[in-house]
């Protein structure tokens, strides 16, 4: 099915509200609040990725099914839920968005963005600024919110007023546990918009190869292992 204009610009908006938000709250709770606390910190940011990205669930997600993220764009492609044209659409307007996003929030706190890098993300202390590490945490924590993408999605067995909180404390808790290891991006465009701030880009393509090897694996474990439609039927005697 062909989405169009409406869901195109629906993504670029989509994407732009989690860049934003989730960018900007990684600069309000370390720079500008000045938390002392690193684990309320991580809490708040963890919740204002989850608390907007479930708000687009619901808000874009009958127009464009709300992927912004370009891994869920390239599963669905990969897995011929989208046609491939629609697939580059997606994944422009989450681009334009990401770097919207991005700009916008060098123009608010120029100053205090700085402190952050723009909320950008990175391989952390933790894991020895490790790239490849980073590679292997984004792509677990994309594998799962994949799979509550494909089951909202794609099943139709999680109610429709349930999506949104399924998908979005799904990325709440992937930001808990991997926002102290790699910042928790968990998708592509999400590392872009700092980067494009920031001007750093040194390790942004962990953030595009981890996600999308991680959402591909989601995307293909689902269809083709847990999906009823593969689940092999007993053959009559």
Known sequence: MKMGRRAYTAELIGTFALVF?????????TALLGFS???????AIAFAHGFILMI????????SGCHINPAITITAVA??????????????AQVVGAALAGLAHQFLL??????????????????KYSAPVAVVVELIITFFLMLSVYA?????????????VLIGMTL??????????????????????PAIASGVYGTLWVYWVGPIIGALIAGFVYQ??????HVAKPRKS
Not at 21 to 29: C, E, H, Q, R
Not at 37 to 43: K, V
Not at 56 to 63: E, L, W
Not at 224 to 229: A, M, P
């Open 172 to 193: 709440t808790a992937d930001i808990l546990i991997a926002g102290p290891l790699t910042g928790g991006a968990a998708n592509p465009a999400r590392a872009l918009g």
């Open 79 to 92: 897995l011929r839920k989208m046609d491939l044209d629609d697939g580059v659409g997606y994944l422009a």
């Open 37 to 43: 606390s690193p684990s309320t910190s991580i809490m």
């Open 21 to 29: 938000f989730g960018s900007v709250s990684v600069t309000v709770f």
């Open 110 to 127: 120029p100053d205090y963005g700085k402190m952050t890098n723009f909320g950008s993300v990175a391989p952390g202390i933790f894991i």
């Open 152 to 164: 909202a999605a794609y099943t139709g067995k999680v109610p429709a007023g349930a999506s949104g």
């Open 224 to 229: 083709y292992l847990l999906s009823e439609e």
């Open 56 to 63: 687009m669930v619901y808000a874009i997600g009958y127009i």
